[in-house]
């Protein structure tokens, strides 16, 4: 996967605006480091930390699986990155949270969309007024069926 960006590319400013944030925390920026959130900005997919190193190794030969796992750990820390765990699977995804939206789950492939015009704030409002807490984050999962396994269940 490439890690270059564009001239004025919205990437290029999600990836200035990540190492920024990392900087003013003193949090470390190494090369894997920058190459792991330059891959989740530019993945068009919810990737699992072992296709990330898979991707990342043939460029970075000595970096670990467990490198990977760490500078997620640092990502999800700082809410940089989602990290999705869905019924029924024990592998753990990873979203960039560029901005926040809903993850829509097929129910018979595994395959995860973003739902991005989806205005959660009623809910997180609701969830405060009801327990008293105090909303950080949502993560909120929608489960269904992908056009593409309707299309093969209609067609059995």
Do not use: W
């Not at 990836?15 to 330059?38: D, G």
């Not at 796992?69 to 989602?82: C, H, M, P, S, T």
């Not at 990290?83 to 097929?106: P, Q, R, W």
């Amino acid at each position: 996967m490439a890690l270059h960006f564009y001239d004025n590319d919205p990437k290029q400013a999600a990836y200035n605006h990540v190492l920024a944030h990392l900087k003013e925390k003193h949090i470390r920026i190494t090369e894997t480091r920058k190459a792991v959130i330059a891959y989740m900005i530019n993945a068009h997919h919810h990737p699992s930390a072992e296709q990330i190193y898979r991707d990342l190794l043939p460029q970075y030969p000595s970096m670990s699986l467990a490198t990977v796992y760490n500078n997620l750990k640092v990502l999800i820390d700082e809410g940089l990155v989602a990290e999705l765990k869905l019924s029924n699977d024990n592998t753990a995804y990873f979203d960039f949270m560029g901005d926040e939206h809903l993850h829509i789950v097929c129910e018979s492939c595994g395959k995860i969309t973003d739902f991005v015009d989806a205005d959660i704030s009623p809910i997180k409002e609701e969830a405060k007024e009801q327990t008293g807490y105090e909303i950080t984050r949502a993560q909120l999962l929608i489960y269904g069926l992908c056009p593409e396994c309707q299309k093969r269940e209609k067609k059995t």
